[in-house]
């Protein structure tokens, strides 16, 4: 595939930025125990935040942390600012873990904030790519925002290497390293012995790379105006992302949904038609896959053909009569037992998103052709 911009770029590095961000945890694992284990209580309230993007990554980590850290939720910075009151307890032991691109969004440095007012107990863990960005300069004891408060002893920095500071407008190995990161939080005691797993994500992604983006950019080549992900558990966060993707490289022009398998029948099946391309992101747990199955075979049976229907997964389900376009295979899916799994899946999305901007006529790096969406979100005014 020939280089065509920043995007691309930051699709095809992910694997790389993977294994390197592993290492430098490894370098770090004692620090970073330290800091857990001091402020990781049975009463702490833990609490993933991002804005967009970033908060898909606590969506989607939500559901596999929980078996780690009980007391966890994802909750978005943008919601943070307008009811903080409300989603922050002023008693309880708070550890904020913000999900950041650049840093310097102004809902991330307002939760830090208000975070910081509200609780009485709070520490935080910035897991960011910019090292010159507001929340890391607060890290290193700079004065990068003079209304942030609090001090740097309570804030864990983990700095992602220096090219996951996608310079596109979509984010994309930004979202992928952010996510993998938390999960080797989570895992930081066993890391050591979950390279294996890690790597096995990474080789994924490439075989997705290697064997099915050919056959994406035909897809995505193709007409469709809408465009529908599906997935359970992790994998709904992964389709919250993968929805974005595909929505804004296409400038809106392909208007898309997400949402979980069960959850689709109950009103948004009615956005399926035959300009609708859909994505099953299927998991490998059979007592879930069974669900999955039923919904694909239903929206295959009471609609006209969709568009497109792409369906991934660890291996070829079962679904007949279900013609699929296309079925891209993970050899190392999210099995129980292995979490990071779930990471190669946001691959389709980006992909698909990359090459329907081409085909949309739009530039992937800067698709916003009316400049309603920027790489850092503008016009935000916090209310004090």
């Known amino acids: 595939m ?10 095809h590095q992910q694997p790389a930025m993977w294994r390197k961000e592993l290492a430098a945890l490894l370098a770090k ?14 009463d702490t309230d833990i609490v993933l935040t991002g804005a967009g993007t970033s908060a898909f990554i606590g969506d989607a980590l939500q559901p ?12 978005a910075t943008t919601d943070i600012v307008t009811h903080a009151k409300y989603l922050l307890d002023e008693e309880r032991p708070l550890l904020l873990i913000s999900f950041a691109r650049s840093g310097n969004s102004p809902e991330s440095v307002a939760a830090v904030n208000l975070a910081n007012k509200i609780c009485k107990n709070v520490a935080h863990v910035y897991i960011t790519c910019n090292k010159n960005g507001k929340l890391a ?9 003079a209304a942030l408060n609090g001090g740097k002893d309570n804030i864990l920095l983990l700095l992602l290497p220096e090219e996951t ?4 407008l979509a984010m994309t190995s930004s979202f992928s390293t952010m996510l993998l990161t938390c999960l080797m939080l989570g895992h930081i005691d066993t890391l050591d012995k979950d390279q294996e797993m890690i790597e096995k994500t990474a080789k994924n992604a490439e075989a997705v790379m290697a064997e099915y983006e050919e056959k994406l950019k035909e897809i995505a080549n193709r007409p469709f ?41 109950h009103g948004p099946k009615a ?12 998991t490998e747990q059979e007592d879930v896959q069974r669900y999955e199955r039923d919904l694909v075979k239903q929206v295959d049976a009471n609609n006209t053909p969709v568009a497109q229907i792409i369906v991934i997964a660890g291996k070829a389900p079962e679904l007949p009569g279900v013609k699929a376009d296309l079925v891209v295979r993970m050899p190392y899916g999210p099995k129980e037992n292995d979490f990071y799994g779930i990471v190669a899946y946001v691959l389709v999305g980006q992909l698909l998103g990359y090459y329907a901007s081409l085909a949309h006529g739009l530039n992937p790096d800067a698709p916003s052709v009316s400049g309603n969406i920027h790489r850092v979100v503008e016009g935000v005014t916090i209310y004090e």
Request: aromatic letters at 10%.
């Open 137 to 145: 300069k607060q890290a290193n004891g700079e004065n990068g925002d």
């Open 29 to 42: 694992k004692e620090e970073i125990r330290a800091f857990m284990h001091k402020y990781l209580t049975p």
């Open 64 to 75: 596999v942390m929980r078996g780690m850290w009980h007391n966890v939720r994802s909750v």
């Open 2 to 11: 020939a280089n065509t911009g920043f995007t691309f770029n930051e699709i």
């Open 225 to 265: 105006e809408r465009g529908v992900f599906l997935g359970s558990g992790a994998l709904k966060g992964i389709a919250e992302e993968c929805h974005l993707k595909l929505q804004e490289l296409t400038d809106g022009a392909v208007v898309c949904k997400f949402d979980s398998f069960l959850g689709f029948r």
């Open 271 to 282: 956005v399926v038609n035959s300009k609708s391309i859909v994505v099953y992101l299927m």
């Open 165 to 168: 500071d996608d310079k596109s």
